[in-house]
């Protein structure tokens, strides 16, 4: 059984052009995150929700929007997407994630987007 | 300002050897420290986590360190495999479960 699993697992599209990702975890984790790895394998933060809350809202531009319908599920909607935005991009989920915690992360496989 | 760093970023050894991939963090205030796995055209598997009040953690041919004071961690991988080549990532921990990760040491073990 896939613990973190993110759909699609390959996206190309063109410019300007809306998509979404989506990601789901199986664990009954509280903590769901977005990280982008850029073509020099820089993984960064995006976005963390906590029980359906965001928590953590790195610098992003507001093009990226993350919706949390339930806990297990984190998606990741871009409008207008840009050449800059290409990249892989990692969900993840940890059992609590607030302040103080040390809990490990689990990460999904990744989706690799693509703009044309 | 949080930032990790690794070095080497590309390391080739023959097979049986033992080797360090070293990584270091400009702010002590992490709560633990964390090494990856990364394989092509996949996801991080966790290999070890230590804790700011731990000194090291084993697992395995593994054993991972933590130098909170000098802002270094090593990991030391004994008697190195062909499988075990792959992008190894630390990440550092603070507050709130930011996680900084590093550029990753790119291993390659030939048989």
């Known amino acids: 059984d896939t613990a973190v699993s993110q759909t699609p697992k390959y996206l190309v599209t063109q410019m300007g052009n809306d998509k979404s990702i989506k990601c789901e975890q199986n664990l009954g984790h509280d903590t769901m995150y977005w990280y982008k790895q850029d073509s020099k394998k820089f993984l960064k933060i995006m976005f963390s929700?906590?029980?359906?809350?965001?928590?953590i809202n790195e610098t992003v531009p507001n093009r990226f929007s993350p919706k949390s319908p339930d806990k297990a599920h984190l998606n990741l909607h871009i409008n207008s997407l840009e050449l800059g935005d290409s990249a892989v991009y990692f969900c993840?989920?940890?059992?609590?994630?607030?302040?103080?915690?040390?809990?490990?992360?689990?990460f999904g496989p990744g989706t690799r987007l693509t703009v044309l | 300002k949080q930032e990790v760093t690794q070095i080497p970023a590309a390391l080739s050894v023959p097979e049986g050897e033992n080797l360090v991939l070293n990584c270091s963090f400009t702010?002590?205030?992490?709560?633990?420290l964390q090494w990856f796995r990364q394989d092509p055209g996949k996801g991080l598997t966790s290999l070890l986590l230590?804790?700011?009040?731990?000194r090291e953690q084993t697992s395995g041919r593994l054993n991972a360190s933590l130098d909170k004071s000098s802002g270094r961690s090593t990991l030391y991988i004994a008697a190195s495999q062909p499988g075990d080549s792959a992008t190894y990532l630390c990440?550092?921990?603070?507050?709130?479960?930011?996680?900084?990760f590093g550029s990753g040491t790119k291993l390659n073990v030939k048989p």
């Open positions: 929700y906590n029980n359906k809350e965001l928590i």
């Open positions: 993840a989920s940890s059992q609590r994630g607030l302040a103080g915690s040390t809990d490990t992360q689990y």
């Open positions: 990440a550092a921990l603070y507050n709130f479960n930011k996680f900084y």
């Open positions: 230590i804790q700011s009040s731990q």
């Open positions: 702010d002590s205030a992490i709560y633990n």
